[in-house]
Protein backbone atom coordinates (compact mmCIF):
# COMPACT_ATOMS: atom_id res chain seq x y z
CA UNK A 1 0.00 0.00 0.00
CA UNK A 2 2.52 2.59 0.92
CA UNK A 3 4.51 1.55 -2.50
CA UNK A 4 1.70 2.10 -4.66
CA UNK A 5 0.59 5.32 -2.83
CA UNK A 6 4.04 6.62 -4.06
CA UNK A 7 4.20 5.53 -6.86
CA UNK A 8 0.98 6.95 -7.44
CA UNK A 9 1.93 10.38 -6.19
CA UNK A 10 5.50 10.17 -8.43
CA UNK A 11 3.10 9.13 -11.48
CA UNK A 12 0.81 12.51 -11.16
CA UNK A 13 3.19 14.51 -10.12
CA UNK A 14 5.73 13.90 -12.91
CA UNK A 15 2.41 13.54 -14.93
CA UNK A 16 3.29 10.09 -16.57
CA UNK A 17 0.53 9.97 -18.67
CA UNK A 18 1.51 12.22 -21.89
CA UNK A 19 2.50 10.56 -24.44
CA UNK A 20 4.73 12.93 -26.53
CA UNK A 21 4.33 13.24 -29.86
CA UNK A 22 6.37 12.91 -32.33
CA UNK A 23 8.49 9.71 -31.21
CA UNK A 24 12.13 10.39 -32.19
CA UNK A 25 13.60 7.95 -34.59
CA UNK A 26 17.04 6.14 -34.85
CA UNK A 27 18.41 6.24 -38.38
CA UNK A 28 19.52 2.92 -39.91
CA UNK A 29 20.04 2.61 -43.24
CA UNK A 30 21.27 -0.77 -43.51
CA UNK A 31 17.86 -2.12 -42.59
CA UNK A 32 14.40 -1.55 -44.18
CA UNK A 33 11.66 0.67 -43.36
CA UNK A 34 9.34 -2.11 -41.67
CA UNK A 35 12.33 -4.01 -39.91
CA UNK A 36 13.49 -0.35 -38.83
CA UNK A 37 10.41 1.10 -37.03
CA UNK A 38 10.39 -2.56 -35.03
CA UNK A 39 14.19 -2.00 -34.41
CA UNK A 40 13.43 1.75 -33.15
CA UNK A 41 10.85 0.38 -30.87
CA UNK A 42 13.42 -2.39 -29.55
CA UNK A 43 15.70 -0.10 -28.92
CA UNK A 44 13.99 3.18 -27.16
CA UNK A 45 12.81 0.36 -24.62
CA UNK A 46 16.24 -0.82 -24.40
CA UNK A 47 17.52 2.58 -23.93
CA UNK A 48 15.24 3.43 -21.52
CA UNK A 49 15.89 0.35 -19.24
CA UNK A 50 18.48 1.65 -16.86
CA UNK A 51 17.04 5.08 -15.85
CA UNK A 52 13.96 3.26 -14.88
CA UNK A 53 15.93 0.48 -12.78
CA UNK A 54 17.26 3.68 -11.56
CA UNK A 55 14.07 5.25 -10.81
CA UNK A 56 12.83 2.09 -9.39
CA UNK A 57 15.83 1.69 -7.21
CA UNK A 58 15.48 5.11 -6.04
CA UNK A 59 12.04 4.82 -5.05
CA UNK A 60 12.37 1.82 -3.09
CA UNK A 61 14.78 2.74 -1.22
CA UNK A 62 12.31 5.63 0.01
CA UNK A 63 9.74 3.46 0.34
CA UNK A 64 11.60 0.41 2.38
CA UNK A 65 12.74 3.34 4.98
CA UNK A 66 9.33 4.43 5.31
CA UNK A 67 7.41 1.56 4.82
CA UNK A 68 8.31 -0.71 7.65
CA UNK A 69 8.26 1.90 10.20
CA UNK A 70 4.33 2.64 8.40
CA UNK A 71 3.75 -0.75 8.54
CA UNK A 72 4.28 -1.23 12.01
CA UNK A 73 3.12 2.19 13.46
CA UNK A 74 -0.34 2.28 11.76
CA UNK A 75 -1.10 -0.69 9.55
CA UNK A 76 -0.22 -4.04 11.54
CA UNK A 77 -2.63 -3.44 14.43
CA UNK A 78 -5.49 -2.16 11.98
CA UNK A 79 -4.83 -5.51 10.08
CA UNK A 80 -4.52 -7.29 13.18
CA UNK A 81 -7.72 -6.06 14.78
CA UNK A 82 -10.03 -6.76 11.37
CA UNK A 83 -8.19 -10.17 11.12
CA UNK A 84 -8.78 -11.07 14.64
CA UNK A 85 -12.66 -10.49 14.42
CA UNK A 86 -13.56 -12.18 11.51
CA UNK A 87 -11.32 -15.32 12.64
CA UNK A 88 -12.73 -15.33 16.03
CA UNK A 89 -15.94 -15.74 14.10
CA UNK A 90 -14.58 -18.81 12.37
CA UNK A 91 -12.27 -20.27 15.12
CA UNK A 92 -12.08 -20.47 18.94
CA UNK A 93 -9.56 -17.79 19.86
CA UNK A 94 -8.91 -16.21 23.43
CA UNK A 95 -9.98 -13.08 24.36
CA UNK A 96 -6.64 -12.76 25.59
CA UNK A 97 -4.54 -12.75 21.87
CA UNK A 98 -2.33 -10.02 21.87
CA UNK A 99 -0.28 -8.04 18.58
CA UNK A 100 3.35 -7.81 20.12
CA UNK A 101 5.03 -4.45 19.40
CA UNK A 102 7.46 -5.18 16.93
CA UNK A 103 7.15 -8.32 14.51
CA UNK A 104 10.28 -10.80 14.97
CA UNK A 105 10.48 -10.86 11.33
CA UNK A 106 11.43 -6.96 10.71
CA UNK A 107 15.14 -7.84 8.44
CA UNK A 108 12.60 -10.32 6.08
CA UNK A 109 10.17 -7.14 5.88
CA UNK A 110 12.63 -4.88 4.68
CA UNK A 111 14.06 -7.57 2.32
CA UNK A 112 10.91 -8.36 0.72
CA UNK A 113 10.35 -4.37 0.21
CA UNK A 114 13.71 -4.50 -1.57
CA UNK A 115 12.97 -7.02 -3.80
CA UNK A 116 9.48 -7.49 -4.34
CA UNK A 117 8.84 -3.51 -4.52
CA UNK A 118 11.75 -3.41 -6.78
CA UNK A 119 10.47 -5.24 -8.96
CA UNK A 120 7.47 -4.14 -8.62
CA UNK A 121 7.83 -0.59 -9.50
CA UNK A 122 10.09 -1.41 -12.58
CA UNK A 123 7.00 -3.44 -14.03
CA UNK A 124 4.51 -0.47 -13.49
CA UNK A 125 7.41 2.28 -14.85
CA UNK A 126 8.46 -0.31 -17.60
CA UNK A 127 4.66 -0.80 -18.84
CA UNK A 128 4.11 2.85 -18.32
CA UNK A 129 7.03 3.68 -20.54
CA UNK A 130 6.62 1.12 -23.52
CA UNK A 131 2.84 2.12 -23.57
CA UNK A 132 4.12 5.68 -24.26
CA UNK A 133 6.44 4.86 -26.93
CA UNK A 134 3.93 2.57 -28.46
CA UNK A 135 1.31 5.03 -28.48
CA UNK A 136 3.45 7.49 -30.20
CA UNK A 137 4.45 5.52 -33.10
CA UNK A 138 3.00 6.85 -36.30
CA UNK A 139 0.20 4.50 -37.92
CA UNK A 140 2.33 2.62 -40.84
CA UNK A 141 0.73 0.50 -43.30
CA UNK A 142 3.49 -1.52 -44.83
CA UNK A 143 6.12 1.16 -43.53
CA UNK A 144 3.93 4.08 -45.29
CA UNK A 145 0.73 6.10 -44.05
CA UNK A 146 -2.04 4.44 -44.35
CA UNK A 147 -3.39 6.32 -47.02
CA UNK A 148 -0.64 6.41 -49.13
CA UNK A 149 -2.18 3.75 -51.70
CA UNK A 150 -4.97 5.81 -52.16
CA UNK A 151 -5.60 8.08 -55.32
CA UNK A 152 -6.67 10.62 -53.21
CA UNK A 153 -4.91 10.65 -49.51
CA UNK A 154 -6.13 14.39 -48.45
CA UNK A 155 -10.15 13.18 -49.34
CA UNK A 156 -9.64 9.60 -47.79
CA UNK A 157 -8.69 10.55 -44.66
CA UNK A 158 -11.09 13.08 -44.57
CA UNK A 159 -13.67 10.59 -45.22
CA UNK A 160 -12.44 8.06 -42.27
CA UNK A 161 -12.47 10.95 -39.89
CA UNK A 162 -15.94 12.38 -40.74
CA UNK A 163 -17.27 8.75 -40.58
CA UNK A 164 -20.13 7.53 -38.08
CA UNK A 165 -19.43 4.15 -37.57
CA UNK A 166 -20.24 2.39 -34.29
CA UNK A 167 -17.86 1.25 -31.79
CA UNK A 168 -17.77 -2.71 -31.24
CA UNK A 169 -19.28 -3.51 -28.04
CA UNK A 170 -18.73 -6.88 -26.33
CA UNK A 171 -21.19 -8.47 -24.30
CA UNK A 172 -19.36 -9.31 -20.95
CA UNK A 173 -22.24 -12.23 -20.08
CA UNK A 174 -20.79 -14.33 -23.47
CA UNK A 175 -17.31 -13.67 -22.40
CA UNK A 176 -17.19 -16.28 -19.75
CA UNK A 177 -19.56 -18.79 -20.96
CA UNK A 178 -18.42 -22.51 -21.58
CA UNK A 179 -19.54 -25.38 -23.44
CA UNK A 180 -20.39 -27.99 -20.94
CA UNK A 181 -18.64 -31.26 -22.18
Known amino acids: MCLAFYQSMAHLYHDYDRVRFPAEQIKDSAVTKNHQEITTTLAKLKKSLYPIA ?3 LFRIMTVSILGPIIYVALLRSITWNWTYLVAR ?3 TLPKSAKLTTLPPFVADLIG ?3 VEGFLLTFLWEFANTAF ?3 AAQEPLKKGQPLTSDSSDPNGS ?3 GLRAKKEVPKVNNLHIFQFNSC
Do not use: E, K, N
Request: hydrophobic share 60%.
Open 89 to 91: QLF
Open 132 to 134: GIF
Open 54 to 56: QTS
Open 157 to 159: LLA
Open 112 to 114: RFL
